[in-house]
């Protein structure tokens, strides 16, 4: 885009001076047009750029302020950011609206054109016809999201939902299941604990026996490598 800015430039100061030289034109006649091109052009930028930022910043808000009623955690600095950048907009806007109007009316009362001051008129009467028409058009806008709301919840709020409350099943899943194996170990872990008592009893028990046997040295030898033998298995 900036490289039209020179050759428009060179375009318009061309047709300026083959308007001055060759077809009479007068300069004051120039300098009424030049002054209203400038004009139009600023007025244009003017209508465009902080509005769309203060319009778009009050979009922002409204669009949190939906989120936060359906449930939506929003940050509340940058709701606060939002709305000051929304009022300096604003401020911005009405400013540039007003100083513009007195900077035209100015240029034309001591240049003598009279084009200059429609332009002073356009610039504040531009004030109140651009919050206008957005405004109406915030309406159309408001009005079809209601429409729409209705019967059509926001995709990211369902999606975020449907997925909260599978994470939710599974959870409650995978703790019972938790709780299930919980038991189980608890249930073989006393079951092995009166395995060990009932075999230290029996060893108990025989070894007792076999110390009291007063015949047969190797049988007894045998029965007591035996009985060590249970014991280091365990």
Request: aromatic letters at 10%; a positive charge; charged letters at 20%.
């Given at each position: 885009?900036?490289?039209?800015?020179?050759?428009?430039?060179?375009?318009?100061?061309?047709?300026?001076?083959?308007?001055?030289?060759?077809l009479?034109?007068?300069?004051?006649?120039?300098?009424?047009?030049?002054?209203?091109f400038?004009?139009?052009a600023?007025?244009?930028?003017?209508?465009?750029?902080?509005?769309n930022l203060?319009?778009?910043?009050?979009?922002?808000?409204?669009?949190?302020?939906?989120?936060?009623r359906?449930?939506?955690?929003?940050?509340?600095?940058?709701?606060?950011?939002?709305?000051?950048?929304?009022?300096?907009?604003?401020?911005?806007?009405?400013?540039?609206?007003?100083?513009?109007?007195?900077?035209?009316g100015?240029?034309?009362?001591f240049?003598?054109?009279?084009?200059?001051?429609?332009?002073?008129?356009?610039?504040?009467?531009?004030?109140?016809?651009?919050?206008?028409?957005?405004?109406?058009?915030?309406?159309?806008?408001?009005?079809?999201?209601?429409?729409?709301?209705?019967?059509?919840?926001?995709?990211?709020?369902?999606?975020?939902?449907e997925?909260v409350?599978?994470?939710?099943?599974?959870l409650?899943?995978?703790?019972?299941?938790?709780?299930?194996?919980?038991?189980?170990?608890?249930?073989?872990?006393?079951?092995?604990?009166?395995?060990?008592?009932?075999?230290?009893?029996?060893?108990?028990?025989?070894?007792?026996?076999?110390?009291?046997m007063a015949?047969?040295?190797e049988v007894?030898?045998?029965?007591?490598?035996?009985?060590?033998?249970?014991?280091?298995?365990?």
């Open positions: 885009m900036r490289f039209w800015i020179f050759p428009v430039t060179v375009v318009v100061a061309l047709f300026a001076i083959w308007l001055l030289i060759f009479d034109v007068p300069l004051s006649t120039l300098l009424s047009l030049a002054l209203g400038v004009s139009l600023w007025l244009v930028g003017l209508l465009i750029v902080p509005w203060y319009f778009g910043a009050l979009r922002a808000v409204g669009g949190m302020a939906e989120s936060r359906r449930g939506i955690e929003i940050d509340a600095h940058h709701e606060e950011e939002a709305r000051r950048i929304a009022q300096r907009m604003l401020r911005l806007a009405i400013v540039g609206h007003v100083l513009s109007a007195v900077v035209v100015v240029i034309s009362y240049s003598g054109s009279q084009v200059g001051y429609y332009f002073a008129g356009f610039y504040l009467l531009s004030t109140l016809f651009r919050p206008a028409v957005a405004y109406f058009g915030h309406l159309r806008r408001r009005i079809t999201s209601l429409s729409t709301s209705t019967t059509h919840p926001r995709d990211d709020v369902l999606t975020m939902r997925s409350q599978r994470h939710e099943q599974e409650r899943r995978m703790a019972e299941e938790n709780d299930h194996l919980r038991d189980e170990i608890a249930m073989l872990q006393g079951r092995v604990y009166d395995a060990e008592r009932k075999v230290n009893g029996i060893s108990q028990r025989f070894a007792e026996t076999v110390n009291g015949d047969n040295h007894i030898t045998g029965l007591k490598a035996f009985i060590r033998l249970l014991r280091a298995e365990q």
